[in-house]
């Protein structure tokens, strides 16, 4: 985002530029403020990381005992579905800017598609594993506190993601955003990034290192 | 076009509708002032509260064998007492109340960039203390205010309830921080730049991160603890294959930084404070702002020090002792700064400076007996005993409290436009330091001599230190209700102070007291670093604030 350009204070004018008529706010605070948020919930991810990986060395109950391998080929499938959203939401935002309504709610549609698809696979795939290992997130030990916790949160994530987005899409719909400002739109892209990139680092701790 | 430049977020000149009515003014503000305002009363409440919680604990403690509780109670008492005064007392006055009131206006802003987050941080903060005193009403928590497990995993349903409350003031503090980091960075004045601020300004700049990141892992914590205790899942249950260090790790990689937010910002008021009454230039304007920068960052590497009798390996045992002890460098620093800044100053011993110059004295007290438990061997012997109350009572009430008071005595007159009057707060001063010096020091040598902390009853060889601990308590009780009383009286019947009664150099004091809804009539521009007190104030474009001729500025949007 471009830095905020000051006016003239010797104008005497009270408003700057993009300042809300309610509160001082400019779009680039908010994205501002917006970046902040991400870095502190990536540290509340990163807690729970470190909880997964402290338990997993220093305490007892890793392998988890009764289940065998996790299903590493659906959850790399999965993946795919979840990493395709991330690049049909830079499409999305891309076309945006550049104008083209109906690209871009193509493009828009298929992220919250692709979103819902992801979290459709990450149920089938609990449910596998409570039919077939009886694992649930109290009755694992320490497999099903930290994968449940984390991959649960995650979800949790793709679910207020595909909310954020449709809200966002009603928004443009209603012509809330221009082609010139657009913050919020910046905004719901870094944060499905953000819950793409979260996702790199738990497929890797827990299909690809078991 | 230079002004375009030095312009921060370019906002600086918007301002707020003037609020009507009683609720969109006082009780749903989204002005900073009365939002620091109403964290001021709420943590002053709970002050009352927790302060209470201690007397009982004093009462308790006056015999070997006290009867005024049962053990259980006992542990109710001090596990609610330390959780009042950490989160609902020290680290919202010193963010909520003072960072609100003052740093924004320090800057140079007419708020902070999101008012109405603000508004819903503070709005967090009242539900979360009674959710934490409503925990008295089901069994409150038992395992102290760290709540190690395996106890509070078998502690009474109020724990729950603890973890649900602290977990919500730590989402008020977490978007506290994202607030005012955004406001620092981004809406200083026009020539506002980073090492002119005020250090109360680079103390709030220090503590803002470490309220965004540490908070959040505190969250993570709260919430394992939260999930364990209602659902059963494992997390620190070593039955179950959980550790109960990890609780350990988790908690104090939170509390650890959370000492410094609650020491930070007192740093950042005495920096102000000691220079207006001495008359100088505070020494070492770019050492006491960095060195606040780099205790928050080393603020993240020392978690462990408090886990030195948990078992950890020798080899990380001794890293974290060193690493501990660096701190010391710059809490040092800022220390012979002040008393550099003292050194041939004409100083004026209001009660504001008293506070102050006490606040060297006992903050020094307890930063040395935190040097000596950061040293392994000697922390194996203190821990868990009456030294580390006495330790982090001198940091806490001789530091953060002191700071608190002494700012208390300073901003009144910003806040109300009128005096505290000065014989009852000398008064309050001087029995405070007698209350609060016997309560604690007695504490040093029954710690060593082995008296275990959180215990309903002792061996009747530490009766006269206690006896006596108990004795001054109640003065320093007595002391802080004089400052109550002074308080409320002041506010209707104080002298009138004018609006920069201390010829004090930072912002806040160039506009009327009490501050109008739009802070400055035309944001002003700044020269230079305000701590020069021969040279002319370094600001320009304050002509007409103090004038009553000149209009109100007009709100974005209503012209």
């Known amino acids: ?210 | 076009m230079a002004v375009a430049e030095l312009h921060g977020g370019g906002i600086a000149e918007h301002v707020h509708p003037e609020p009507h009515g009683f609720i969109r003014k006082y009780i749903f503000s989204i002005d900073h002032k009365i939002i620091g305002l109403q964290y001021m009363i709420t943590a002053f409440i709970f002050l009352v509260m927790g302060g209470m919680l201690a007397e009982l604990i004093r009462v308790q403690l006056m015999s070997p064998h006290g009867t005024l509780v049962s053990n259980d109670t006992f542990d109710e008492l001090y596990s609610v007492h330390g959780s009042t005064m950490v989160w609902l007392v020290i680290i919202p006055m010193l963010t909520g109340a003072f960072g609100n009131f003052v740093f924004p206006v320090q800057i140079g802003a007419r708020d902070v960039a999101f008012p109405w987050l603000n508004m819903a941080s503070f709005w967090m903060f009242p539900p979360a203390g009674l959710m934490l005193y409503g925990s008295f009403l089901m069994g409150a928590p038992t395992a102290g205010w760290t709540e190690y497990p395996p106890m509070s995993l078998q502690g009474a349903p109020g724990t729950s309830m603890w973890c649900a409350a602290i977990f919500l003031i730590g989402v008020s503090s977490t978007l506290t921080g994202i607030n005012f980091l955004v406001t620092l960075l981004r809406m200083r004045a026009p020539g506002m730049t980073l090492t002119r601020m005020p250090l109360f300004c680079w103390a709030q700049l220090a503590t803002a991160p470490l309220l965004m990141i540490a908070t959040t892992a505190l969250g993570a914590a709260l919430a394992a603890l939260f999930i364990e205790r209602q659902f059963g899942v494992p997390f620190y249950d070593p039955t179950r294959g959980g550790s109960p260090l990890l609780w350990q790790h988790m908690f104090w990689f939170y509390s650890h930084p959370a000492v410094y937010i609650m020491i930070l910002p007192a740093f950042g008021m005495i920096s102000e404070i000691i220079p207006t009454f001495a008359r100088k230039p505070i020494f070492g304007y770019r050492m006491i702002a960095f060195s606040s920068v780099a205790i928050a960052l080393l603020g993240f590497m020392v978690w462990a020090h408090h886990m030195f009798t948990s078992g950890l390996s020798p080899a990380l045992q001794l890293a974290f002792m060193l690493l501990t002890m660096t701190i010391a460098i710059p809490t040092g620093i800022k220390i012979f700064s002040w008393v550099a800044t003292l050194w041939g100053g004409k100083i004026h011993f209001t009660t504001a400076m008293l506070f102050a110059t006490g606040f060297i004295v006992t903050f020094t007290i307890g930063g040395l007996t935190g040097v000596y438990l950061a040293a392994v061997p000697f922390d194996l012997h203190a821990h868990g005993t009456y030294f580390i109350v006495a330790h982090l009572h001198y940091v806490l009430v001789g530091g953060s409290l002191m700071g608190i008071f002494a700012g208390m005595y300073f901003w009144f007159p910003k806040m109300t436009g009128r005096f505290m009057n000065e014989t009852l707060g000398k008064w309050h001063f001087w029995l405070f330091m007698i209350g609060f010096n016997g309560t604690f020091i007695p504490m040093h040598w029954i710690g060593l001599l082995g008296q275990p902390r959180r215990v309903a009853t002792y061996d009747p060889q530490f009766w006269s230190s206690n006896f006596a601990a108990s004795l001054f308590s109640f003065i320093m009780t007595f002391a802080i209700l004089l400052f109550f009383v002074n308080a409320l009286w002041s506010i209707r019947r104080g002298k009138p102070a004018g609006h920069n009664p201390w010829g004090a150099r930072t912002l806040e004091w160039q506009i009327p007291s009490p501050m109008p809804y739009y802070n400055f009539k035309k944001v002003p521009m700044v020269f230079a670093s305000p701590y020069h007190f021969s040279d002319p104030l370094p600001y320009r474009g304050l002509e007409g604030e103090l004038d009553p001729s000149v209009p109100a500025p007009v709100p974005a949007g209503h012209h």
């Open chain 1, 1 to 210: 985002m471009a830095v905020a350009v000051a006016h003239d204070p010797s104008s005497g004018s009270g408003q700057a530029h993009g300042v809300d008529r309610l509160y001082a706010e400019t779009r680039e605070l908010r994205i501002n403020g917006f970046l902040l948020f991400m870095v502190s919930d990536l540290v509340l991810f990163s807690s729970f990381i470190f909880a997964y990986l402290y338990l997993r060395q220093t305490g007892q109950g890793w392998p988890p005992p009764g289940i065998s391998r996790l299903d590493v080929a659906f959850a790399a499938f999965n993946s795919v579905v979840l990493f395709g959203s991330g690049a049909t939401m830079h499409f999305a935002l891309e076309n945006w800017k550049h104008g083209n309504f109906n690209k871009y709610a193509g493009w828009m549609l298929a992220t919250i598609v692709l979103g819902a698809g992801f979290l459709s696979g990450q149920g089938y795939e609990y449910w596998t594993l409570y039919t077939k290992f009886h694992a649930s997130w109290s009755g694992a030990g320490i497999f099903g506190a930290s994968f449940f916790t984390l991959t649960g949160m995650h979800g949790f994530h793709v679910f207020m993601g595909i909310c954020y987005l449709t809200i966002l899409f009603l928004q443009t719909v209603g012509g809330v955003y221009t082609k010139q400002k657009y913050a919020g739109l910046t905004m719901g892209t870094l944060y499905w990034h953000f819950v793409d990139i979260i996702w790199v680092f738990l497929f890797s701790m827990f299909y690809l290192w078991q």
